[in-house]
Antibody
């Protein structure tokens, strides 16, 4: 049974750095073809893909947010961590992690429940 | 990556069929057969409904079907049911990243 769970602060101040952790079970990120992505959704708005890390430690970032994002994994702990620097109120959103598979890593077959992050002073 | 264009809303009566479009470019939808569709009920995480244009994951009703022509992908829901009322998002592979659609709210009248 595949599960993912996001954890991190519910509230961050502008200019601070956000660190989110995705803890998963039911699969291994050392298995060929497995990937984990982060996706966010501002309240009432559409989904936005942020970043992806692959089983071989390849990393991919949203073009528009690339300078602010870092994704990493700890295979032994079954965790993927996303950091986003210089947070702004427009970054207020529910942040999801999702398992991705397939050669393009764009098939998101399992999602966490999401964690709402509010950026406010 | 730019957002794919979807109609803001689509509605239909129970039992009817509806189709949601997802328009991109030759750099995303038109260039690859890696289009997926997700259903999202209020307050819930998205659920994969269609992958690689027209494939259904195990457990997804065969009332859901996908297709693609040129730069536009489509999701068709046949035999519309009350439980199908939700937001739907398309996504496509593009240049080592993923683009999502603008989202469509499906209302069952």
């Amino acid at each position: 049974q595949v599960t993912l769970r996001e954890s991190g602060p519910a509230l961050v101040k502008p200019t601070q750095t956000l660190t989110l952790t995705c803890t998963f079970s039911g699969f291994s990120l050392s298995t060929s073809g497995m990937c984990v992505s982060w996706i966010r959704q501002p309240p009432g708005k559409a989904l936005e893909w942020l970043a992806r890390i692959d089983w071989d430690d390849d990393k991919y970032y949203s073009t528009s947010l690339k300078t602010r994002l870092t994704i990493s994994k700890d295979t032994s702990k079954n965790q993927v961590v996303l950091t986003m620097t210089n947070m702004d109120p427009v970054d207020t959103a529910t942040y999801y992690c999702a398992r991705a598979r397939g050669i393009t890593g764009t098939l998101f077959d399992y999602w966490g429940q999401g964690t709402l992050v509010t950026v406010s002073s | 990556q730019s957002a794919l264009t979807q109609p803001a809303s689509v509605s239909g009566s129970p039992g009817q069929s509806i189709t949601i479009s997802c328009t991109g470019t030759s750099s995303d939808v038109g260039g690859y057969n890696y289009v997926s569709w997700y259903q999202q009920h209020p307050g819930k995480a998205p659920k994969l409904m269609i992958y690689e244009v027209s494939n259904r994951p195990s457990g997804v009703s065969n009332r859901f079907s996908g297709s693609k022509s040129g730069n536009t992908a489509s999701l068709t829901i046949s035999g519309l049911q009350a439980e199908d009322e939700a937001d739907y998002y398309c996504s496509s592979y593009t240049s080592s990243s993923t683009s999502f659609g603008t989202g469509t709210k499906v209302t069952v009248l």
